[in-house]
């Protein structure tokens, strides 16, 4: 069986070329999640559901809630 994945980043940027360095940043410190918008998969019999996005927090959020205690 193979099953078709597919991963949208949202990158804020002034170009693309700034915008794919990075996302390629993001991805070699491997903090690409704090980007991601949304997935999709797409199963062998045509069957399709949308990609949950994983519940870990970012690493700002982390930062902010050790800063401030909450």
């Known amino acids: ?5 597919v991963k949208v980043y949202r990158v804020p940027a002034g170009s693309q070329v700034e915008a794919t360095d990075r996302l ?3 991805f070699e410190l491997g903090v690409e999640r704090d980007y991601f918008a949304y997935g999709y998969v797409k199963g062998p ?3 399709s559901r949308p990609l949950s996005r994983a519940t ?3 690493w700002w959020t982390l930062v902010r809630r050790q800063l ?3």
Do not use: D, H, W
């Open 24 to 26: 390629m940043g993001a």
């Open 1 to 5: 069986m193979e099953y078709t994945i």
């Open 45 to 47: 019999v045509g069957e």
């Open 68 to 70: 401030l205690g909450r």
């Open 56 to 58: 870990g927090a970012s």
